[in-house]
């Protein structure tokens, strides 16, 4: 599962107009922090405080013009100001990505975006031959949670303080996590499981997600 260039992104994923996605490089590092900090600083203490230190987009990240990594980020531009980034995992073994973050500057959300992006990705994720999405998502805004189901992930449950977050100033605690997903494969890929090999408690919760 190859990484899209910038020129194949902008096929992929058509965002709203204005809006464009740019190849990421070292030069790009500082100021992607740096706005991050502004945008969300919360995002410290939790699995998403990487990309607020430089060391982890050098040791982690794709970087254009380097060798490839499992994590890759994008920055979003409107004009020539930085309003966003996208940044997802591939997992080569299983052919999934996993859409590690999001961010919009707060003077660009509601511009559609968030959705664009997400709706774009599987265009990537098809592209790059990966058969299944999934994303992990905060409780505590609202937000989040309308954009995937407005792009038709599915909700599997949820993480018990799988992830830490400042609940308010100075406070850090375990938090739940909503588990989204979605299949870029047809139905008859899926080998479903059999009846015989649940408990009925594990039936029980496979029946209520997946009546259909």
Same mark, same amino acid.
């Not at 405080?49 to 531009?77: A, M, N, Q």
């Given at each position: 599962?190859?990484?899209?260039? +910038?020129?194949?992104?902008?096929? !992929?994923?058509? !965002?709203?107009?204005? /809006?464009?996605?740019?190849?990421?490089?070292?030069? +790009?590092?500082?100021?992607?922090?740096?706005?991050?900090?502004?945008?969300?600083?919360?995002?410290? +203490?939790?699995?998403?405080?990487?990309?607020?230190?430089?060391? &982890?987009?050098?040791?982690?990240?794709?970087?254009?013009?380097?060798?490839e990594?499992?994590?890759?980020?994008?920055?979003?531009?409107f004009?020539?100001?930085?309003v966003?980034?996208?940044s997802?995992?591939?997992?080569?073994?299983?052919?999934?990505?996993?859409?590690?973050?999001?961010?919009?500057?707060?003077e660009?959300?509601?511009?559609?975006?968030?959705v664009?992006?997400?709706?774009?990705?599987?265009?990537?994720?098809?592209?790059?031959?990966a058969? &299944?999405? /999934?994303?992990?998502?905060?409780?505590?805004?609202?937000?989040? #949670?309308?954009a995937?189901?407005?792009?038709d992930?599915r909700? !599997?449950? &949820?993480?018990?303080?799988?992830?830490?977050?400042?609940?308010?100033?100075?406070?850090?605690?375990?938090?739940y #996590?909503?588990?989204?997903?979605?299949?870029?494969?047809?139905?008859?890929?899926?080998?479903?499981?059999?009846?015989?090999?649940?408990?009925?408690?594990?039936? #029980?919760? &496979?029946?209520?997600?997946?009546?259909?």
């Amino acid at each position: 599962m190859k990484w899209p260039t +910038a020129e194949q992104l902008a096929m !992929l994923m058509p !965002l709203p107009p204005g /809006y464009r996605m740019r190849s990421f490089d070292r030069n +790009a590092i500082g100021p992607l922090v740096t706005a991050l900090k502004r945008w969300h600083p919360h995002v410290s +203490a939790g699995v998403s405080g990487g990309y607020l230190r430089e060391e &982890f987009y050098e040791s982690k990240v794709c970087l254009h013009g380097e060798t490839e990594t499992d994590v890759f980020v994008v920055p979003i531009h409107f004009g020539d100001e930085l309003v966003g980034m996208w940044s997802i995992e591939r997992e080569e073994d299983s052919l999934a990505l996993y859409g590690r973050l999001i961010i919009i500057a707060p003077e660009h959300r509601g511009s559609g975006l968030a959705v664009g992006v997400l709706v774009g990705s599987e265009h990537v994720g098809r592209a790059m031959g990966a058969e &299944f999405m /999934y994303v992990l998502t905060t409780l505590k805004h609202l937000y989040a #949670q309308q954009a995937l189901e407005r792009a038709d992930y599915r909700l !599997l449950g &949820f993480f018990p303080g799988f992830d830490r977050e400042e609940v308010e100033p100075g406070v850090v605690k375990r938090v739940y #996590q909503a588990v989204y997903a979605k299949l870029l494969v047809s139905a008859d890929c899926i080998h479903l499981p059999e009846v015989r090999n649940m408990t009925p408690r594990t039936r #029980q919760i &496979f029946e209520l997600l997946f009546a259909d």
